[in-house]
């Protein structure tokens, strides 16, 4: 299957983005002996031209992305640049054609297996049109935040962006991470995706951004829900830090913290402003931030609340 596997960031958050390029061209010999290799792409968001320059030697082609030249709500442009990595993603077919299949990975992810973007397009290939993605919900996940005050949250989510009734209807289920996805092509999801996006914006525009910060994957979970369009994976492929107690095992892998220690597959370092201190203390950087500079560690510090 000819896929294409995505990206986008801005500079500040670029030090990330190298992780998880250099965890994919690191492990390219082993990937590539499953006859799976995807075509690396990144959308441009606001990087500076050094960083551009550094992933074009590492065989990543960039793409610039413009709001205006797209169906995207008029609220869109108030948003901060760095949304733009959300609101391209229902229009990756568009953006980059010619591939049979797309697999998203926010630039706040490293892979920690070469079987990771395999198991993805084999679920993809096998589930047709519906979309390969991971709940959060896994059992390291259950000690850090109550049941109680997950629902609640989820619940004012759909309240805030559609209404009681489809609050009460969804908000028992897991929030799938959007993080982290694959799609064929023809997927319906592409076109109605960006549909709710703009339904969404447009009718909540003037709520705060950092609740918008959560539309579009809010938007996504509706869908896949009301149409049954998706296939979970193993939340171990799309492992949200920030909810979690992870460490480093004595192997050096990073692990669910609690036993029996299963190893993450991708280590998603997610709402990193509030975490990233966390996480370079213990490490869960790719290769625990060994390919940074002073300058770039120093990025990333700068990045955290």
Known sequence: MQAALVFACDEAFMPLAKGL???????????????????????????????????????????AFERRDWDLPPHASNFPRYADAQLCRPLLPR??????????VDCDI????HDVIKTYLDAVDAAQDKMILAPEWHYG??????????????????????????AEAYCGYPILN????????????????????AAVYGRCGSEPVSLLHLAEQ????????????????????????????????QSGKVTVGYPPMPVLKAVHLVDFKRCGRQYMHKGLLYKRGAYLS???????EALCA
Request: with cysteine; charged share 20%; aromatic share 14%.
């Open 218 to 249: 809010t938007a996504l979970n509706k869908i896949l829900y009301e149409h049954q369009a998706f296939l979970p994976i193993d939340p171990l492929y799309n492992y949200t830090c920030g909810f979690s107690a992870v460490l480093r095992g």
């Open 178 to 197: 959007s993080g982290f996805f694959a799609l064929r092509r023809s997927s319906s999801i592409w076109t109605a995706w960006l549909a709710e996006i």
């Open 141 to 166: 996940h259950a000690f850090s935040r109550s049941a109680r005050s997950a629902l609640a949250f989820t619940h004012q989510l759909y309240e805030r962006f559609y209404d009681e009734h489809t």
């Open 294 to 300: 002073a300058t770039e560690l120093g990025k990333l």
């Open 21 to 63: 390029v250099l965890s994919v061209t690191d492990e390219s010999a082993r990937i590539a002996r499953y006859g799976i290799m995807p075509d690396l792409h990144f959308i441009d968001i606001g990087c500076d031209v050094e960083s551009l320059r550094w992933l074009g030697e590492r065989g990543v082609t960039v793409h």
């Open 95 to 104: 953006l980059i054609p010619g591939y049979e299949a797309y697999v998203w």
């Open 110 to 113: 490293w892979l920690q297996g």
